[in-house]
């Protein structure tokens, strides 16, 4: 299984930078979007429940981030995808 998650964060503006790099140096997590008020969408992948919501408090313990609160997720069961016959 993988498990897909959007996370949405937030640190002052004139933190944006700092914690964009935090999150880019994070193997399993990725920068996409962010805005002049200080939002950044990030997603992450895991292998499992346990492992996602480990990763989203490393995310929410960076010292850059004000929060980081899970959006949305998306859960692929390799084994149901294996067997469904592609075009």
Partial sequence: DMIISGIVMASRPDR???LR???NAISWAEAHFSDSIGR???TTEAADLD???DRLRVLQALPEAA???LSQYYM???SIESSVARP
């Fill in 21 to 23: 790099d935090a999150v």
């Fill in 76 to 78: 692929e069961d390799q």
């Fill in 51 to 53: 492992q996602s919501m």
């Fill in 67 to 69: 929060m980081a609160e």
């Fill in 40 to 42: 950044l969408v990030v």
């Fill in 16 to 18: 944006m930078d700092e």
